[in-house]
């Protein structure tokens, strides 16, 4: 069953603009995200900017927004086909937990400007 579902959209320039703020990205992203986004060159700032609003998205689906966990404890990672997933670290297992989810479905896109991501959590 459906408990939740979350969408959010990110202006990718205020990704972009937060490169040049020491501590921003090492703030709101895994470190595996950041390594995986440099690897990407130029392109690198869609994937961030895509999945920050997978972490955004993640909170609204859990109705409390990012109450109780940090941005950075939610990474999103590719399966081996290229499928995006959610691993959940620090305090964000424990709020799906309290929220009784137990699968969490994620699905992103991004153009030059934009990017958006929606979260579905299941029991």
């Known amino acids: 069953m459906v408990l939740g579902i979350g969408i959010d959209v990110v202006q ?5 603009r937060w490169k040049e703020v020491p501590g921003m990205y090492d ?11 440099r690897q990407n060159g130029r392109r690198g700032v869609l994937s961030l900017a895509a999945r920050f609003a997978a972490k955004e ?4 689906a859990l ?18 086909r290229g499928k995006p997933e959610l691993r959940l670290h620090g305090n964000a297992p424990r709020a799906l937990a309290a929220f009784g ?3 969490v479905h994620v699905s992103l ?6 990017a958006i991501a929606m979260v579905v959590i299941e029991d």
């Open 101 to 103: 989810g137990r699968r």
């Open 63 to 80: 109705g409390t927004g990012v109450e109780g966990f940090a941005l950075r404890d939610v990474e999103v990672v590719n399966d081996p």
């Open 109 to 114: 896109s991004h153009e030059d400007d934009n």
């Open 57 to 60: 998205a993640f909170g609204k």
């Open 27 to 37: 703030r709101y992203f895994h470190p595996q995200e950041i390594e995986t986004a």
């Open 12 to 16: 990718v320039e205020r990704i972009r």
